[in-house]
């Protein structure tokens, strides 16, 4: 599937690579045993502007995976290509978003989204300006001068988006964000990132162990089988944009459910 | 002060009302000599007839105190940093700090009059002395306490170790270090009167030895009371520099 997203969330045509990853692998030693190895041979390319997910069982490598695309790990073997430069380090073009909100609480809402922007030395009022833009987006107008402790965790997770897109990264990495979350709220912040990213055309690769999230929100499902991980398969989802709860009950949408379930050995 | 404060503060307030009722009731009703237990009353009076004598020797026991907290911050803080973050150092003075946390003070402190004087300077070495070992405790754990999550985030920001410790370690260890000066502060005070017990010419310390000495009980106990107000005041004061310098822990929570 070649496609760019438009303003609108809607895929257009002009097929751009962005990610290339192959036969990453990934082990770990351990004393007394063998190494584990938790990525055994992972192979796909990321289309700029594409909403992938990672699906899998917990503990399959998932999250590291992520993070070795993240530049936090590095990988034992393989090829790790953002933007045509190998990642071998964290780059300010990446935003990344974890499980926690990780909210500073000694810093109100603005200055918490406004942190990358003083560690890369960018903090300006234009950088002001934009993170109150982002907080507005994500409806969170008037907690600027909030502390952390003071928002539910819903809204300090919308911080935490905020704060990983302050610094306009090209490639968001999102590590079962809204995991902590009640399964109410997290159908909104699940309308609210497609939302973001269609405003924002960010290209994002996003971590979660629910089946209906990753249908929900994708573009591309890259289901990882059980540890040691490999892609068990590789979902182009074409249900349309933008896309609604009502989505959620079309026989399309089961369908590819359906075939994520069989991927993970849950269903036949 | 909120009313949440105020009420909060009457409790308190009622639970000394009631020792002190009982107290003076005891004391009256099996004529208690007052060399062996003053009451409240008599206290109170002594309290009174001296105020200026009690004010003059308040001021060296204050100084003491203060500048003895003042200097275990100035330098236990530092101290921790650089052993929390560092391995070898950590390996190297950790051991020794504890080793000499187990020598008594009141041990050390004929030694250090004979170093430092009868006068305020040895006073302020021993309240230096007590309150360094829970400062340097607190804040080496809170250096060693910043959540992961947050060091991973900077981490993928590409901060500098120097953004690090400014801009998320140092502000996360916060409330362990003003939980450490909190119990340093009253402790500088009991080392101060430790100081005074060995040997001194002034302060409140000095003033109960006298007036114990003279079986002067009333003075003695009053002399007790302007202590216990002074740890009370110093106390209150690390708080409300606490409440100043982090403002979020009292924002409301949701």
Not at chain 1, 176 to 181: C, K, Q, R, V
């Amino acid at each position: 599937m070649n496609s760019q997203i438009d303003a609108q969330g809607r895929i257009s045509a002009a097929p751009v690579p962005f990610g290339h990853f192959k036969n990453v692998h990934q082990s770990f030693k351990r004393s007394g045993q063998g190494p584990l190895v938790a990525i055994e041979n992972i192979t796909f390319d990321l289309k700029v502007g594409h909403l992938v997910t990672l699906l899998g069982p917990s503990g399959c490598g998932k999250t590291t995976f992520l993070k070795i695309v993240g530049g936090l790990i590095p990988a034992s073997r393989g090829t790790i290509q953002i933007n045509g430069r190998d990642v071998v380090e964290p780059h300010p073009d990446f935003g990344v978003v974890f499980q926690q909100a990780n909210l500073m609480p000694w810093r109100t809402i603005l200055d918490n989204v406004l942190f990358p922007m003083e560690i890369l030395h960018r903090s300006d009022a234009a950088a002001a300006q934009r993170a109150k833009e982002l907080l507005a987006l994500v409806g969170l107008e008037g907690f600027e001068q909030s502390y952390p402790s003071q928002l539910s965790g819903g809204m300090q997770q919308r911080v935490a988006l905020c704060r990983a897109l302050v610094h306009k990264p090209k490639l968001l990495l999102m590590d079962e964000p809204f995991g902590a979350l009640d399964e109410l709220t997290r159908m909104e912040m699940q309308d609210l990132l497609l939302d973001i990213r269609a405003k924002t055309g960010a290209t994002v690769m996003f971590v979660t162990h629910s089946i209906s999230e990753a249908v929900y929100i994708s573009d591309i499902v890259a289901v990882f089988s059980k540890r040691p991980a490999v892609i068990a398969d590789y979902i182009a989802v074409d249900l349309p944009y933008p896309r609604s709860a009502e989505i959620r009950y079309s026989p399309e949408f089961t369908e590819l459910e359906h075939r994520a379930g069989r991927a993970l050995g849950i269903t036949r | 002060m909120t009313f949440r404060d105020v009420r909060n503060g009457i409790y308190p307030l009622v639970g000394i009302a009631v020792i002190l009722l009982i107290w003076q009731f005891y004391t009256q009703y099996f004529a208690i000599n007052r060399i062996v237990l003053p009451s409240p009353m008599d206290i109170l009076w002594a309290s009174l007839a001296n105020w200026d004598v009690l004010l003059w020797e308040s001021w060296p026991t204050f100084l003491e105190s203060v500048l003895g907290f003042a200097l275990a911050v100035a330098i236990g803080i530092p101290f921790a940093v650089c052993v929390a973050n560092s391995r070898v150092l950590n390996l190297t003075l950790y051991p020794i700090l504890i080793a000499t946390q187990s020598i008594p003070k009141v041990a050390v402190a004929p030694i250090i009059l004979v170093w430092f004087g009868l006068g305020m300077q040895s006073k302020l070495v021993i309240a230096f002395l007590v309150a360094f070992f829970p400062i340097v405790v607190d804040t080496a754990a809170g250096m060693r306490a910043t959540p992961a999550g947050l060091l991973e985030l900077a981490r993928s920001l590409r901060a500098s170790p120097l953004q690090v410790f400014l801009k998320v370690q140092f502000p996360a260890a916060l409330p362990f270090i003003f939980a450490g000066s909190k119990v340093a502060v009253t402790l500088a005070v009991i080392g101060a009167v430790i100081g005074e017990f060995i040997g001194s010419m002034s302060g409140l310390g000095n003033l109960l030895l006298t007036a114990n000495s003279q079986l002067d009980s009333p003075l003695a106990w009053a002399a007790l009371v302007w202590l216990s107000a002074l740890g009370i005041l110093l106390f209150a004061a690390v708080v409300i520099a606490e409440r100043i310098v982090m403002p979020w822990s009292e924002a409301g929570h949701h």
